[in-house]
Nanobody, 115 residues
Framework: VHLVQSGGGTVQPGGSLTLSCAASGFAFEDYRVLWYRQRPGEERELVAQ????????LYSDPVRGRFTVSRDNTKNMVWLQMVNLRPEETAIYLC?????????WGQGTQVTVSA
């Protein structure tokens, strides 16, 4: 069970980034996927999630309308598109795939929003 993230980096306020999470080694289509972020010294925050077949998505209030989570089970991929990023959204972003009984985590990717 393996998740590999990519796509982080530095962007100016108001800019956009897309994070990717590639899965291997398990039946990806059975897992819902969640995206979290963690700022230094703070608790991990759930920002978005997508159901196993991709029909249902949920977002936290701070990101709703600006972040979009999507997946392609034929490619074992999940993406988190982020637009209009704010400096306070600087954090490590992590993807998690879970069935409730089995869970895998990505390695995390740094997103920095700075002028």
């Amino acid at each position: 069970v393996h998740l590999v993230q990519s796509g982080g980096g530095t962007v100016q306020p108001g800019g956009s980034l897309t994070l990717s999470c590639a899965a291997s080694g398990f039946a990806f289509e059975d897992y819902r996927v969640l995206w979290y972020r963690q700022r230094p010294g703070e608790e991990r925050e759930l920002v978005a999630q997508i159901s196993a077949v991709g029909r249902s998505t949920l977002y936290s209030d701070p990101v709703r309308g600006r972040f979009t989570v999507s997946r392609d089970n034929t490619k074992n991929m999940v993406w988190l598109q982020m637009v209009n990023l704010r400096p306070e959204e600087t954090a490590i972003y992590l993807c998690q795939a879970t069935t409730g009984l089995d869970t895998a985590w990505g390695q995390g990717t740094q997103v920095t929003v700075s002028a």
